[in-house]
């Protein structure tokens, strides 16, 4: 997938071939990287105490673990391999690995991006259909084993196109690629474009949809509000209190991953349609700037949940 080997755009071309070398901007990449994966691992381990510690065994807070499950697997697979691979610059942990890691590593990836889908389905239920609050445990349960199954059924083709790849020309040099593993280039863009669907477009309609039907839904409410006395646990709107909050702090959740990862993942198509372009006129630092751009969501989630967990505690 093209967030493993963007950084290695012109290993392998067939004219001018060109060996990677630790860059400039590869070092204060990898530097930044491991300042997140600090970070990243501090916030997250506090906010999964933070979940584990509440008395109240809300559905929101089974949310929030897996969210927090899955930041932790970006934290301590996404983040070490790239900056160890930055570091090497070629791949020298075997084919096994090679495999197993990008496996590992786009499994990470959609873990992170499904389960947010399934807090914004898990809102859209609690706004839309409120009285079908007490079947929110076991919907949410059936939601979240879909999304890791997914997750991880997606993830299986990296084990079978990604390889070790050996030139000795210029000099010897491995690299773990998906070169040689599809017939065509229609077939490798095919793959790239399933890829990123499943992984950030899919999930963005479904995101943008769920809380645009929320808002509608809350507009209607505002607009029929009944003139009898507002109960004191509710908002303006006749929705509970605490529900507002949590719909409040997983708008927050989807927000940050839309802007953190949007700019990476444009870049990835206009390299996917237009390899040539890309070339002389966007920087490989212009790569890492946003793919730690990206990384940086993994930091934020749990600093959005702390900032709003005193809220929920009683949500439901």
């Not at 198509?269 to 006129?281: A, I, M, Q, S």
């Not at 700037?289 to 709003?308: E, K, R």
Request: hydrophobic share 50%.
């Amino acid at each position: 997938y093209f967030h493993s080997n963007l950084s290695f755009l012109f290993i392998f071309l067939d004219s001018a071939l060109q060996l990677p070398t630790f860059t400039t901007a590869a070092k204060v990449r990898v530097i930044i990287t491991f300042i997140l994966c600090g970070i990243s691992t501090i916030c997250n381990l506090a906010a999964l105490w933070a979940a584990n510690s509440h008395k109240r065994n809300s559905h929101v807070r089974v949310l929030i673990i897996n969210l927090t499950a899955a930041d932790l697997l970006v934290t301590f697979i996404v983040m070490p391999v790239d900056a160890v691979w930055n570091i090497t610059v070629q791949w020298l942990a075997g084919d096994l690995a090679c495999r197993v890691l990008m496996f590992l590593k786009l499994q990470a990836m959609y873990s992170c991006a499904f389960v947010t889908v399934v807090i914004s389905l898990d809102r859209q239920s609690a706004i839309l259909n409120p009285l079908a609050i007490n079947m929110a445990r076991r919907r949410n349960r059936v939601m979240l084993v879909v999304a890791w199954t997914l997750s991880t059924v997606f993830s299986v083709p990296q084990i079978f196109i990604f390889h070790n790849v050996t030139i000795t020309f210029p000099a010897e040099f491995t690299q773990c690629t998906t070169r040689g593993s599809f017939l065509t280039h229609w077939q490798e863009t095919a793959y790239n474009m399933f890829t990123f669907c499943c992984l950030f477009l899919l999930p963005l309609i479904i995101m943008i949809t769920v809380y645009t039907r929320i808002f509608i839904q809350i507009s209607k409410r505002m607009k029929g509000k009944s003139s009898r006395e507002p109960d004191w646990r509710c908002s303006q709107n006749n929705i509970p209190k605490a529900r507002m909050r949590t719909l409040k702090m997983s708008l927050v959740i989807v927000m940050c991953f839309i802007v953190c990862w949007t700019p990476y993942y444009l870049l990835g198509l206009w390299y996917w349609f237009f390899p040539d372009d890309l070339e002389g006129k966007v920087s490989h630092s212009l790569t890492h700037i946003l793919f730690i751009f990206g990384l940086f969501n993994t930091c934020m989630d749990p600093i959005i949940y702390g900032l709003f967990t005193e809220k929920i505690k009683g949500s439901k």
